[in-house]
């Protein structure tokens, strides 16, 4: 079946550093792929999105690229800042099911960020 | 226009007890879904829905029982609560596009 591996956590980094948070996939067929961020003690909000290979989706200053090649989401954000600390997930659907039949989700990375 | 909705926010239950977690949107959106979240992990799904009168199983759905009588409300029955479905339950929903929306979440500890 489906899966998404995200690189474990916690990562810690000080602000103004560059973010990289790796994420792989294993779908059959072409999912669409998401970045989810939660914060503490809140739902999961949508952070960005693409659809198909090689579209770049983009928010608040972070970038994932759709990577067909590599079967990769990988999340970079260039400077981040102390509000950025969340728990960050990544998520596919639609390989098989057209999107219907739910989200598969990474175990999430908590990233903190000292001032 | 309040998104999706969640009721209650905390629940304690004992083991062998039943309750309902209610879950509404005001979005219009066809798709629902309930998921829950165990600490350290990912969300998983439990059942979801396409429309009013449909539902369908979804990765572990033992345990649980859903409805859809409107487009609006998807709530999930816990018969008999045990340990195991300690967890952080969240519902969402979307419409046609894929990007889902989620709930503030209910926190359940079944002792």
């Known amino acids: 079946g489906d899966s998404v591996t995200q690189m474990e956590g916690p990562v810690t980094l000080s602000e103004e550093a560059f973010l990289t948070i790796n994420c792989t996939y294993t779908?059959?067929?072409?999912?669409?792929l998401f970045w989810y961020v939660q914060y503490p003690g809140e739902g999961l909000q949508l952070l960005l999105k693409?659809?198909?290979?090689?579209d770049k989706g983009s928010n608040k200053g972070f970038e994932a690229t759709y990577r067909k090649e590599t079967t990769s989401f990988h999340l970079e954000k260039g400077s981040v800042q102390v509000s950025d600390s969340a728990v960050y997930f990544c998520?596919?659907?639609?390989?098989?099911?057209?999107?219907?039949?739910?989200?598969?989700f990474g175990k999430g990375t908590h990233l903190i960020i000292q001032p | 226009n309040a998104g999706v909705t969640q009721t209650p926010k905390f629940r304690i239950l004992k083991i062998g007890q039943s309750m309902t977690l209610q879950c509404a949107q005001d979005?219009?959106?066809?798709?629902m879904y309930w998921y829950r979240q165990d600490p350290g992990m990912g969300l998983k799904l439990i059942y979801y829905s396409v429309g009013a009168g449909i539902t369908d199983k979804g990765e572990v759905p033992n345990g649980y029982n859903v409805s859809r009588s409107t487009t609006e409300d998807f709530p999930l029955r816990l018969e008999l609560a045990a340990p195991s479905q300690t967890s952080v339950y969240f519902c969402a929903s979307s419409y046609v596009d894929d990007t889902q929306y989620f709930g503030p979440g209910t926190r359940l500890t079944v002792l």
């Open positions: 998520a596919l659907t639609g390989a098989v099911g057209g999107g219907a039949d739910g989200l598969t």
């Open positions: 979005m219009n959106h066809n798709y």
């Open positions: 693409a659809t198909k290979a090689d």
């Open positions: 779908a059959t067929g072409y999912p669409s």
